[in-house]
């Protein structure tokens, strides 16, 4: 059974820059099968699409956090992960990591992380 | 890139059937038949309820069935259950240079 699991910090400071990790288990990110992404949800807000990425490398960003997004994956560790830049407390949220698949199979995201919640404070 | 128009709330009785819209343009929902519906119960993380506008996966029950008219896409639960009380969230995607877009969400009460 496929397993994604967050980490990072839960709290950073404004104007700093946020790095989460996504360790993915019971599967592997080079398969050519699937994308992998993140997804946030400001507390009490809806859910939000950061950016996804395929084993290769080619990265998808939502345009509008375009300049401060940064996605990465580490295939010999099973990982993949996100860097948000110039943080302010907008960037507070439950960032979820989870799976996407292909247009061909329905673009869909069909397994998801619990979430970590990430605060942006001072 | 604008999120998709969800409703707020919806409600319905156990046995009857709601109706939750997803408004979106020609760029997104209206494009394409990438649609999906995600329903996401209180401290958990979404779960994929419908894709590909009307397509459900392997384990979701028959009582969800999704449909779209032009740029506006629908969910239906029919004979409502107390655990589909759930926000219930649609997407879309939205083309290659802006990717994928999410609705506001919905918050189906079940009376």
């Known amino acids: 059974q496929l397993q994604l699991q967050e980490s990072g910090p839960g709290l950073v400071k404004p104007s700093e820059t946020l790095s989460l990790t996504c360790t993915v288990s019971g599967g592997s990110v080079t398969n050519n099968n699937f994308y992998w992404g993140w997804i946030r949800q400001p507390p009490g807000k809806g859910l939000e699409w950061i950016g996804s990425i395929y084993y290769t490398g080619s990265t998808y960003y939502n345009p509008s956090l375009k300049s401060r997004v940064t996605l990465s994956v580490d295939t010999s560790k099973n990982q993949f992960s996100v860097r948000l830049s110039s943080l302010t407390a907008a960037d507070t949220a439950v960032y979820y990591c989870?799976?996407?698949?292909?247009?061909?199979?329905?673009?869909?995201?069909?397994?998801w992380g619990q979430g970590i919640l990430v605060t942006v404070s001072s | 890139q604008s999120a998709l128009t969800q409703p707020p709330s919806a409600s319905g009785s156990p046995g009857q059937s709601v109706t939750i819209s997803c408004t979106g343009t020609s760029g997104d929902v209206g494009g394409y038949n990438y649609v999906s519906w995600y329903q996401q119960h209180p401290g958990k993380a979404p779960k994929l309820m419908i894709y590909?506008?009307?397509k459900r996966p392997s384990g979701v029950p028959d009582r969800f069935s999704g449909s779209k008219s032009g740029n506006t896409a629908s969910l239906t639960v029919s004979g409502l259950q107390a655990e589909d009380e759930a926000v219930y969230y649609c997407s879309s995607y939205a083309g290659s240079n802006n990717g994928e877009v999410f609705g506001g969400g919905t918050k189906l009460t079940v009376l």
């Open positions: 989870a799976r996407r698949l292909p247009r061909r199979d329905g673009y869909n995201w069909d397994y």
């Open positions: 590909e506008v009307s």
